[in-house]
């Protein structure tokens, strides 16, 4: 630990801009005393030392490649000055940005280049069956769906699979999935449904094991879908409503979460769902009765707490453009997701930490939450 605390010194006092380090190849961050954890908060702290105000702000963003080249369909990026721009904390791969793998792996290669010394989130949607945009673009073989995995029982199928997905993915340069899901689900037949089954002990645990075998592959899971969905109406796209009690919920839904916490994950994504027992009718992921109260409160999560997309109509019809991204920061997220003008969120944040709204200190926070899992990650060595 000594001679790491010496090296970041002598680094901090010979860069005293993000542009003075833009030469670096690589920063690391590790602890060389044996049988001592390293401290990943720490770390993260000091890492942010090298960052200003604004890219901090940025690093909460997670966008697609539109977002950064103002473009209807993006397949390629040339110029490391985009993300010099807005230097996200993340870029979300759809199908409209894979052609072949030669393009993927050019286009997330760029990305990469251009984020300079903090490492980016490349994320797709990849759970396996149906939901795999990049098997399903590029013709893999799928792997097993969460109900198929749930319905053998097997913590082995569940870890195979997510080695199967981060097999491919890490030679594309994709170095995040939000998966695995970790919603119980009483109806496994309502439409869309992905699932492992309705007993939340066999979810946890296939959802455990399937981050394993990504993790093991180098690619992060995300759990979702905090609160869990449970018996449901509405979709989470216009109007989801959990109408549950809380008792209720934690004997099932909130299980797998629990455990998740209790494992040291991440990650966990909060959708939209409007938690009618928490009182306040807001949708989960602008909620901090939902996310400060019991996601981080009861629950105890200590990661990063990521919203569903910011750009469905179950948010955006509650807020004006960029006042979503501030609600959700306010109420305990720190990935923001995919805001409708990205550019319009970044202001909107600005100026909440400029009126005192919101402090940079809780921006700080959320930083370091983020930069924690990359940490972990080893995207730093």
Known sequence: MKRWMAGLLALLLACFSWAACAEIGSFVVSDDEDEVPPDLNRQARAVMRLMSDDEKIWQLFFVTPE???????????????????????????????????EQLRSLTGELKKGAGLIPLFIGVDEEGGSLSRVANKLGYPLAMSPEEIGQTGDEAQAKAAGEQIAAYLTPLGVNMTFAPSADTFTDLDA??????????????????????????????????????????TGTTLTNLSVRRLLEEMRGLEFVPFRDAVNAGEGMILVSHAI???????????????????????????????????LRMSAVTGNF?????????????????????????????????VRTGEI????????????LMVKIAMGWFD
């Open 275 to 309: 938690v009618r027992a928490v009182g306040d009718d807001l949708p989960g992921s602008v909620s901090s009765r939902v996310i400060n109260g019991i996601l981080r409160g009861e629950l105890g999560f200590e990661g990063a707490v990521v919203t569903d997309s």
């Open 359 to 370: 402090t940079m200190a809780r921006v700080e926070d959320s930083v370091a939450r983020i």
């Open 67 to 101: 977002d950064l080249t103002g473009e209807d369909r993006t397949t390629e990026i040339s110029g490391a000055d985009l993300l010099a721009r807005r230097p996200v904390g993340g870029v979300m791969i759809f199908g409209q940005n894979i052609v072949s793998e």
């Open 191 to 232: 439409p869309g449904v992905q699932a492992y089954g309705s007993d939340p002990a066999l979810v946890s645990r296939m959802a455990l094991a399937m981050a394993e075998g990504l993790k093991s592959g180098g690619v992060a899971p995300c759990f979702g879908h905090f609160p869990g969905h449970g018996k449901k």
């Open 320 to 352: 004006k453009k960029g006042q979503e991204s501030v609600a959700a920061l306010k109420a305990g997220a720190d990935i923001l997701l995919l805001p409708p003008d990205a550019d319009a969120a970044f202001r909107a944040v600005k100026q909440a």
